[in-house]
Every structure is written in structure tokens, then in C-alpha cells.
């Protein structure tokens, strides 16, 4: 573990009628007692018995307190923030005057959706309509799959998809493009009891450069329950799971923040890929794009600067 903590750049403050308000949370007027100077000296980082001297013998006790309790919410952070820490800001600057309803009431959302999804951008007098051409079929055909067959995929149809990912024999390059050719991004497989070919359940971790996946957990602790409720149902019906992890150790040395931005584009483009294999093999898939990631981060044992981005349910179409 690293030991130096850092103010979360996504965390604000504000001294409201002398308490301290972090985001939602109150720490009252014994918060307040400790700021600006607390934030000014986790700005740049700081090791926390270095923290703890520079405020008064007589208020450490809460001052202990305050910091395990700040380390819990991830306000002070000592690795990279998982994308929900990191983006959630945003919505405060985005200039949104939607209705709030639209999140709710499902007509609403329609309605919002096809706002957005026959939306022109640009409108002038010089357009070239373009040929309507025949598309691939892996483009035509391509929809996410939420409700999968319950036969097993074989074990040929899972090394297909999954081999997509391992590394070029003739060199160490990848069969997809990333920034500086560094492939950041770490592949999980959570495969059910008896949902793939001769593969015990259990998250494997794929291991790209002798094409294998190798038991890291039995996965017990990964159920419906780290779902939201909409997707229970996805998941439940699925054979195996593929999960992205940003390894920030693999680019963020050469590329710093950015590369952070270039795994979540790898990670898009892994997605396509093992998409139009699986179409390949009538192996259909769904992104979820969120879940309650603390349920089941124990089991991947992650370092420091791993983070968990995203998952694909994947199974049989029926
Ligand atoms: C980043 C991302 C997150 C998504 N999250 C979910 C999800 O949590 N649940 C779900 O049912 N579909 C999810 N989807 C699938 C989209 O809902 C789906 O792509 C969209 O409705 C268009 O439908 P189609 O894929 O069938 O063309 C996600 C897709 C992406 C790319």
C-alpha cells in the first residue's frame, strides 16, 4: 500500500455557519476546526503521520477519526479513483436543463431518446447523402442480448472470443489497437457452474501471453446482488462475464492522467472486438455499464492503480 494520501481532486469543501460540509456529508464545527489547512496539506499528498503533527496534541483523537473516516469515503485517496469518483463532478458544471422526470418516467425517456438519437448536429445547404450500402453482417445484425440460452458455451466458442485478446506470436503487439501499444487493460472472467465446456466456475484472470485464464478466486462472493435491479435478470441468464480493469502501472508512466482516458477508449474497442467474435459464434453480449463494484472487488485482489471500468454478460443467443 502506498502511503501517501491525497485530497480526492473530484471532493469539494465548503465552511457552512462555521461546519464543514464534505459533498452530502456534515462533520460540524469539530470538522471546520481542521480546514483550509487539512485540504491545503493533502493537496500535493502527504503521509499521514506527517499530517496528523501538524494540527494539535489535544485535537488528534478527532482528528484520527476524521482521517479513517475521510479514507472510508474515498476523500482522501491514496490510488487512482475509480471512474464514478472521478466523472461524478462533471454533472455539477454541465449546463442541464432537462427535465428531471426523464430519469423516471419511461415515456419521458423515450421521448428524450429519440431527441437525441435523430438529432442533427449541423444542418446547411451543401449535404452529400450517402449510398445506402449493405452493412457487414456482424454490424447488421449486432443488438445487445439480455436474455441468453441456458445451453453451455462450448469451450472452442470461448477461447474464439477470448484469444482476441491474447498477444501476436510473431511479436508482443496485440490484435487491437492501444495508446503506445501498452494494452492497460487487465481481463477477468467470471465463468458460472456448468455454463462453459470443461471450465470449473471461478474468476479466471486472462492471461494474454500464454492465452490462458487462470483461477484468481472461486468467485463465490459475484451474484445478482452487485447488480442493480434492472440488470439482475441479464446476469442471472448469462454464462460467463468478462470484467475490464485499468492498469494505470502499464500506461500511466508514459502517458500520465491521459492515459487513464486512452484505457477507458481500449476498452471500448475490446468491447467491439469481442462483440464481432462472439457474433462470429452466436455468442450474444450486454455491457453494464454500472454496478455495486465494492460487493465484488475482494475477490479480484486488485494492487494499487488497478481499477475495475467495466463488465459484458455474455451467453448463447436462444
Ligand atoms: C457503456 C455501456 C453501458 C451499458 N449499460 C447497460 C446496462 O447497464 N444495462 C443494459 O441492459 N444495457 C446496457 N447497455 C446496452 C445499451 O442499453 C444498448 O447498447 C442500447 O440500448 C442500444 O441497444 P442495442 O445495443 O441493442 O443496439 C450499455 C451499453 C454501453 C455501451
Excluded at 491545503?40 to 489535544?58: A, H, I, M, V, W
Excluded at 452493412?135 to 470461448?158: A, G, M, N, W
Excluded at 486472462?206 to 447488480?227: C, F, Q
Aim: glycine fraction near 6%; include cysteine.
Amino acid at each position: 500500500m502506498k502511503s501517501m494520501y491525497f485530497w480526492s481532486p473530484s471532493v469539494n469543501f465548503k465552511i457552512i455557519n462555521g461546519e464543514l460540509r464534505i459533498e452530502r456529508f456534515n462533520y460540524g464545527k469539530k470538522g471546520a476546526e481542521f480546514f483550509p489547512e487539512l485540504y491545503y496539506y493533502t493537496q500535493d499528498g502527504t503521509e499521514l503521520s506527517e499530517l496528523k503533527e501538524r494540527f494539535p496534541e489535544n485535537k488528534r483523537a478527532f482528528l484520527n477519526n476524521l482521517i479513517k473516516d475521510l479514507i472510508k469515503k474515498k476523500i482522501l485517496v491514496n490510488s487512482i479513483l475509480s471512474p464514478k469518483e472521478l466523472f461524478y463532478s462533471q454533472k455539477k458544471i454541465f449546463n442541464d436543463d432537462h427535465d428531471e422526470d426523464m430519469r423516471f418516467v419511461k415515456e419521458k425517456l423515450e421521448e428524450f431518446k429519440l431527441l437525441q438519437t435523430e438529432r442533427h448536429v449541423v444542418t446547411g445547404d451543401t449535404s452529400y447523402i450517402l449510398a445506402n450500402t449493405e452493412l457487414p453482417p456482424i454490424v447488421e445484425k449486432r443488438c445487445s442480448v439480455r436474455e441468453f440460452s441456458s445451453d453451455p458455451v462450448s469451450y472452442s466458442d470461448l477461447s474464439y472470443i477470448l484469444s482476441c485478446l491474447k498477444n501476436k506470436p510473431a511479436d508482443h503487439t496485440r490484435y487491437y489497437p492501444s495508446a503506445g501499444g501498452l494494452a492497460t487493460l487487465d481481463i477477468y472472467v467470471h465463468i458460472k457452474e456448468g455454463r462453459v465446456e470443461g471450465i470449473d466456475a471461478g474468476l479466471y484472470y486472462y492471461d494474454p501471453v500464454l492465452n490462458s485464464l487462470v483461477l484468481a478466486d472461486d468467485g463465490k462472493m459475484i451474484s445478482s446482488e452487485a447488480h442493480y435491479i434492472t440488470n439482475r435478470d441479464i446476469y442471472e441468464g448469462s454464462a460467463f462475464t468478462v470484467y475490464f480493469v485499468y492498469n494505470g502501472q502499464a500506461s500511466m508512466p508514459k502517458y500520465g492522467g491521459m492515459a487513464y482516458f486512452y484505457g477507458i477508449m481500449e476498452c471500448g474497442i475490446i468491447i467491439s472486438l469481442l462483440t464481432a467474435a462472439g457474433e462470429k459464434k452466436g455468442i450474444g453480449n450486454c455491457c453494464i455499464g454500472d454496478m455495486y463494484y465494492e460487493k465484488i472487488l475482494p475477490c479480484f485482489k486488485l494492487k494499487d492503480d488497478q481499477v475495475l471500468l467495466h463488465s459484458m454478460e455474455f451467453g448463447k443467443k436462444r
